[in-house]
């Protein structure tokens, strides 16, 4: 008889950033998921949010999804566009797939561990698909705009001597020649031949797109991140048509119905899926499919232990994927960990390591595990920067 999901428990954990990433972003939120099965098997997954609505996803994963997932097959291919449809009601994106990810990820952990398998062997399991799983390349990230321009600087100075190949900075300061101070002074640290990628995080309108962009393209920039608000998709279309600058979004685009049509109008170069956000795994790979299709490159969105695995497991036909590293805010980093990471950083080359499922599994006791991981990281590192008032995200 195949195995029925008996029960899916939660747990909400906060935990401090070394890095805040401004005022209103001193920590983040996860809420762990655990699934335990008819035969007794457990997977683990999470949740994520860094500063809004983890009580309320942690709520819909309480009521909602538990009442509707328990006693139904595991399967999380089969469950998940059922769930969906369920919770649609509740709107089609945003919190609600939020909150699917954490029943979605611990179903996919459930999976390997029965099989003691980890998830990136899973997604590669494909006929003549013998080959080992790609390196992806992992590029040095921060949430930095309100760094002042000295440990901006000094943020720089680490990622070059990290040997990262490709960095991301924010952009947006209420005054233009600011920004260009700033990606000025960034480029002169990592030189000429590393990749510059820059992220406003939706600030400007699209004219102020336009006039930034026209200022900051000197600097050779490999992407601008997020320029507009994500889901103006007219405005997209205007600029992709003034800029010379590759687009990047997706972070903030929540299903692949919304997806599908910024890539059919052509207004993303790289698309870059948040797996938690998009509602897990399930969604996750049929974007990055869809991605391909389209002929735009993916590019995982933060969680890099996550990430670096749903990366690693691309078609060997794709190039060296990127993916994220915001400094000092991995799981690893941050000291929450029951076990070593799933991946392992080597520079900027990432491999998967050799576990069942997805390899994540929290501490019983993350505050007092953050808590010692963030003194080892003070006495080891700068002095943070005095924040100013601004909410960001990576």
Do not use: C
């Amino acid at each position: 008889m195949t195995a029925r999901l008996e029960s899916l428990t939660t747990r909400l954990i906060r935990v401090p950033l070394h890095r805040p990433w401004g005022p209103d972003v001193t920590s983040i939120a996860i809420v762990e998921t655990t699934v335990r099965d008819t035969d007794g098997a457990q997977g683990f997954g999470f949740s994520w949010t860094p500063s809004i609505g983890a009580e309320a996803a942690q709520a819909l994963l309480d009521h909602d999804i538990a009442r509707f997932a328990v006693g139904r097959e595991t399967d999380p291919e089969a469950l998940w566009p059922e769930l969906w449809a369920h919770l649609h009601e509740a709107g089609s994106g945003g919190l609600t797939t939020i909150a699917m990810a954490g029943l979605d990820l611990a179903l996919w952990d459930l999976a390997g561990r029965r099989t003691d398998r980890p998830l990136t062997a899973m997604l590669r399991d494909a006929p003549g698909d013998d080959e080992a799983p790609s390196e992806p390349e992992v590029y040095g990230s921060g949430v930095n705009l309100h760094y002042p321009l000295p440990e901006l600087v000094a943020q720089a100075e680490r990622w070059v001597s990290a040997d990262f190949q490709a960095v991301k900075m924010k952009v947006g300061s209420p005054e233009l020649a600011d920004d260009v101070a700033r990606v000025r002074a960034v480029r002169e640290v990592i030189g000429p031949d590393r990749r510059l990628m820059i992220d406003a995080n939706q600030r400007w309108d699209l004219d102020r797109a336009v006039r930034a962009l026209d200022a900051l393209a000197e600097f050779d920039l490999r992407w601008i991140e997020e320029p507009l608000r994500a889901d103006d998709l007219p405005a997209h279309e205007t600029l992709r048509a003034r800029t010379s600058v590759p687009i990047a979004l997706g972070e903030n685009v929540h299903t692949r119905y919304r997806v599908e049509e910024f890539l059919r109008a052509g207004v993303v170069d790289v698309l870059q899926p948040n797996a938690v956000r998009v509602g897990g795994v399930t969604p996750f790979q049929q974007i990055a499919a869809l991605a391909r299709t389209h002929d735009v490159e993916v590019a995982p969105h933060l969680l890099l232990e996550l990430s670096g695995q749903l990366a690693a497991a691309f078609p060997p036909t794709v190039s060296r994927p990127l993916v994220e590293a915001v400094e000092d805010a991995g799981f690893a980093h941050l000291g929450i960990l029951a076990d070593p990471s799933p991946v392992v950083v080597d520079g900027d080359r990432m491999h998967v390591t050799d576990h069942p499922g997805l390899g994540l599994r929290f501490t019983p006791d993350p505050a007092r595990a953050a808590a010692t991981a963030t003194s080892t990281s003070a006495s080891a590192s700068t002095p943070e920067p005095t924040p100013t008032p601004r909410t960001d995200t990576p």
